[in-house]
């Protein structure tokens, strides 16, 4: 079984600082690792993957986030963050084999002008 | 492109009322799944489907049921609401292949049990 935790709930930030997101994963199989972000009143939307191959992935709008096996980590950073980010975002995990995403809870990011 | 569809987008129900919820896309994925969605817990998989015909239990199935006739379709129906069932409730799809695999959700259904 795979689970997933979001070490913090919310994270206020002001903006144009860094920030970074964590999120630690337990698994018996091998993961892919994923974060989404929801923006209030709509459905999730994919910002990172790792699947395979490198362990620091980036999105073109400046995230990134970097898998870390030993640690069984996922923690999701940008170096200057905008208004605009203030979302909640979600870490997931799918273990291979299974059908099935985990979720976990979620940080709410609040930046602050 | 429309991707994930969901209707209705807010409804308010009776305690012992039933509804369906529906859910519709249109990019021939295989993968779909329901989840809802409490404030602070994340999401939690309802149902899941990975074809027409095939469905299984998530981690929350009580008190719902589906259905997939079509690779479009994948409708969440409350028999009985219960108080316990007001959430925010999102359909998702994904594709067979890896490349596909991040899900695609629609924008959700909020619903209330009163």
């Known amino acids: 079984a795979q689970s997933v935790t979001q070490l913090d709930s919310q994270v206020p930030v002001f903006e144009e600082a860094p920030v970074e997101l964590r999120c630690n994963y337990s698994s018996s199989v091998s993961v892919y690792l994923f974060w989404y972000v929801q923006y209030p009143n709509q459905g999730l939307q994919l910002l990172l993957k790792?699947?395979?191959?490198?362990?620091l992935v980036e999105s073109i709008n400046g995230f990134e986030a970097e898998f870390n096996k030993s640690q069984t980590s996922f923690h999701f950073r940008k170096p200057s963050v905008h208004i605009s980010d203030t979302a909640e975002y979600f870490c997931a995990v799918w273990g291979s084999g299974t059908y099935k995403y985990i979720f976990g809870t979620g940080t709410r990011l609040k930046v602050l002008a | 492109n429309a991707g994930v569809t969901q209707t209705p987008k807010f409804r308010i129900l009776k305690i012992g009322q039933s509804m369906t919820l529906q859910c519709t896309q249109d990019m021939n994925h295989n993968y779909m799944y329901w989840y809802r969605q409490d404030p602070g817990m994340g999401l939690k998989l309802i149902y899941y489907s990975v074809g027409a015909g095939i469905t299984d239990k998530g981690e929350v199935p009580n008190g719902y049921n589906v259905s997939r006739s079509t690779t479009e379709d994948f409708p969440l129906r409350l028999e009985l609401a219960a108080p316990s069932q007001t959430s925010v409730y999102f359909c998702?799809?994904?594709?067979?292949?890896?490349?596909?695999?991040?899900?695609?959700f629609g924008d959700g259904t909020r619903l209330s049990i009163l």
């Open positions: 790792y699947l395979s191959g490198s362990t």
């Open positions: 998702a799809t994904s594709g067979t292949r890896l490349n596909n695999q991040p899900q695609h």
